[in-house]
Each structure stands twice: as C-alpha cells, then as structure tokens.
C-alpha cells in the first residue's frame, strides 16, 4: 500500500514538473511565452532603443530584447513550477514539520549545541585579529568588514527588541524608529554640551527609551490592528519632525557631528582601535540582549505577551492586566533601541534627523517578519539578509537592489512564515499512578 503511494506521489510529482502547474505542458509554454512577449514590450523602450543627443543619433539593441524575451520565458516557466511543487508539497510539508528540524535537532543535543555555540563564539571573538600562519597573515574581518558586521549587530539588537512587541506581544508598530532616535541624540547631545561618555550614557539611553515607551503605550492601550499602526507611524514622524525643526537644541538638518567614540578605561582608541573595540561592545550587547529576550519569552511575562497576540479577549477573561502587558512590551522593547541608538552615535560620530526616518522602521519590521515572528534565531538570519547582502551585492552596481528586492519576493512566497518560525514550546502532564499518589 505504501508502495503505491509513493509511486503516485511521484508520477504526480513527474507530471507536475512537466505541465508546471498548468492542464499541460504545451499550455505552459504558452503562458510562459505570453509573459515573455509581453514583458518584451513594456521594457522594448527601455532596453532596446537607445538615444545619443549629441550626435542626434539613435541606436538600436535588438540583441538586449532577445536576452530579455528568453530570461522571462525561462523566469516565467521555472515560477510556475516552483509555485506547483510548493502546492505539491504543501501535506507532505504538515507532516514533516512535526519531525525536528536541524536547528532544532541541534539545540536539543547539549554536545552538538555547546560545540556550535564554541565555534560561533571563536569565530566572532577572532574576526577582526590578525594571524599568523605558515608566514602569512590572515583576518577573517578587514576593516570595512568590521563595519558592516557593526552596524548588522546594531540591527539585530533593534529587530530583537521589536520583535517583543511585534512577535511575541502582536503590537504592530511602524514608530520603532522614534526610540532608536532618542537614544543616539541623548548621548550626542550630553556629550556636546556636558561632556558625559559612552558607558555612562549607555543605560542612560536604555532608561529614555524605556519611559518613551510608556508615553507612547498609554495612548494606543485601546488600539490595535492598521489603527495602532498609523498611531505608532505618526508617532515616530512627530519625533522625526521634532528633531529636524527644534534647530536650536538638536541643531536641526546640520545635525551633531564630533560624538565620542567609547574609550577604553579612560583612553581614546585611535579608528581602528575605537572599530575593533565597538565591534566588541556589540558582540557583548547582543549576548546580553539575546539572554534577556530568551529568559522574557519563557518568563510570566512572556506567556501574557503570546497569550495577548493571540486573542486578546481571551487573555483578559483569564485575569491578566491588558493595559500592563502592553505597557510592558512597548517599555522593554523600546529599551533596546535606545541603546542601540547610543551605540549608533557612538559608531558614526555624527547624527542628523535624515538617519531616522521611516525606512528604518520598515528595515527593521522586514527583519522580523522575513526572519520569523517570535523567533530569536529567525531575527538574527533576517538582520544577516538584509543588512549584509545588499553590501555583498555592491558588485552589482545598479542592479543589486532588484535582486536584493527579488531575494525578498522569493522568500515571503515560499516561506511566508519567516525563514526560522518560532516553535511553540509543548508542555505535557503525567498523571502519578493511584498508588504512588496515596503513598
């Protein structure tokens, strides 16, 4: 009988590779064709014809129009079979989800998952040293490197701390930006005028972003859904406006330049000396943050946030304080971007208005939503996309942020669920024999 099975699984599968989804396979031609002529002339201006207005002449790339004709023919075909295998696959998928993943596999085999943790850390702690080895020196991290792995840390700290309201909490919030910009014009502003150094402003800026917070969570406790949203969104606008226009405090669209970088006990580190260092604050921020967010997620707490995102009628009618568990997830998770925000003037030395605008809010919800909604390891793969695969794609020139958006269009179709979900934790009941429980 299973036999059986399997071979009409896989004559279903054979056929559906054949016809990609359609009645049949000369009908998949078809369409595909019809995506390529018509693609063919919408873009026939663009790619084919070609106008030099000095010389007044017109030059025609005809060939430009057969590599698009053929791209979208095989694009368009290829899609289609992707879409059909995912149908295809979609009960085999339900049933193989009960089985453990290999992260999961791995986390639950104390060996395997301390060995990994080692390697990560190893790795992390060596980037950017120098070594030698047979005479030669390696660096897994040059200093651009080192930079860029900065400022993915920066976003990975902003995506975990949004990812307690968002995913544990289901608090949409377009205005996450507003904490990350109240940070880092803390410290710029303190150390301008009073001189105060990095780590003194660092829980500083945790402290502001949580009271921030709890200004904004008092007036959205009764919203929720697109509602809370536009709130939220208008929310960081008014900080943003309010940083640009308050020129005589925040010095306006000029900004703040000339910021401390942290010293190390007192001395200043020199720009590969105070990059190396940040880079190392960072990599001690997120193990702080990740324990904190972890220990949150498992806590009371965290049980009234997932609770709260699933019905929220529900979690009232079972006694728990709505308005504190809301205020709750937007104080904590606001905590993390203002430190983050610290971090962020410390890093670049300057700061203006134009640093904290609403693209930053929706780089930051992408990360969460496209790495997994609730899920830790699922922020930090989404921050590593879409913070370090536009830079490794600057070879690209032009054309890299159509594959970067691609990347993104490919991976909410065939995984709309994020790329690392979040495992529900079981928790079971055994029942003590009647003997054992008289005893």
């Known amino acids: 009988m299973s036999n059986a099975t399997n071979d009409t699984q896989e004559k279903s599968f054979l056929g559906l590779l054949l016809t990609a989804g359609c009645d049949s396979f000369p009908q998949a031609l078809w369409r595909s064709l019809i995506a390529a002529v018509w693609f063919v002339f919408l873009t026939f201006p663009i790619m084919v014809i070609r106008v030099n207005t000095i010389e007044h002449t017109v030059v025609w790339h005809w060939q430009r129009m057969g590599y698009v004709a053929v791209g979208i023919f095989f694009g368009s075909f290829v899609w289609r079979w992707l879409l059909a295998r995912k149908e295809l696959k979609k009960d085999a998928a339900s049933r193989e989800s009960k089985a453990e993943s290999l992260l999961t596999r791995i986390q639950?085999?104390?060996?395997?998952?301390?060995?990994?943790?080692?390697?990560?850390?190893?790795?992390?702690?060596?980037?950017?040293?120098?070594?030698?080895?047979?005479?030669?020196?390696?660096?897994?991290?040059?200093?651009?490197?080192?930079?860029?792995?900065?400022?993915?840390?920066?976003?990975?700290?902003?995506g975990l701390g949004l990812n307690i309201v968002v995913g544990l909490a289901g608090l949409l919030d377009l205005g996450y930006v507003a904490f990350y910009g109240v940070g880092a014009y803390a410290y710029a502003l303190c150390n301008m005028h009073w001189g105060v150094g990095f780590w003194a402003m660092l829980p500083v800026g945790a402290v502001l972003g949580a009271l921030l917070g709890l200004l904004l969570g008092f007036p959205v406790l009764r919203l929720k859904g697109d509602y809370l949203a536009i709130v939220t969104l208008g929310f960081g606008e008014i900080i943003r406006l309010v940083l640009e226009n308050w020129g005589d405090v925040t010095m306006g669209p000029s900004g703040i330049s000339n910021i401390d970088r942290p010293a190390l006990f007192g001395i200043k580190l020199g720009i590969i000396g105070s990059t190396h260092y940040m880079y190392y604050i960072m990599i001690g921020l997120l193990v702080l943050t990740i324990f904190c967010v972890n220990r949150l997620q498992n806590s009371r707490i965290g049980r009234a946030w997932l609770a709260l995102r699933e019905d929220e009628i529900a979690c009232q009618a079972m006694g728990i304080d709505k308005v504190k568990t809301k205020l709750m997830a937007f104080a904590l998770g606001a905590t993390w971007a203002g430190m983050a925000g610290v971090v962020f003037a410390a890093k670049t030395t300057f700061i203006n208005p134009a640093s904290f605008t609403f693209w930053e809010s929706a780089i930051i919800l992408s990360i969460v939503v496209i790495g997994g909604?609730?899920?830790?390891?699922?922020?930090?793969?989404?921050?590593?996309?879409?913070?370090?695969?536009?830079?490794?794609?600057?070879?690209?020139?032009?054309?890299?942020?159509?594959?970067?958006?691609?990347?993104?269009?490919?991976?909410?179709?065939?995984?709309?669920?994020?790329?690392?979900?979040?495992?529900?934790?079981?928790?079971?009941?055994?029942?003590?024999?009647?003997?054992?429980?008289?005893?």
């Open 108 to 158: 639950n085999n104390p060996t395997s998952k301390y060995l990994l943790l080692a390697l990560i850390a190893l790795l992390a702690v060596a980037g950017p040293m120098k070594f030698s080895l047979f005479g030669s020196k390696l660096q897994l991290l040059n200093l651009y490197q080192t930079n860029i792995m900065i400022s993915c840390l920066v976003y990975i700290v902003l």
């Open 373 to 439: 909604m609730g899920s830790i390891r699922g922020v930090i793969a989404g921050a590593v996309i879409l913070i370090l695969v536009p830079e490794y794609l600057r070879d690209f020139a032009q054309f890299r942020m159509l594959l970067f958006g691609s990347i993104m269009v490919v991976v909410m179709v065939f995984r709309p669920q994020g790329l690392i979900s979040a495992k529900r934790k079981l928790y079971t009941y055994q029942a003590k024999p009647a003997g054992a429980a008289n005893e």
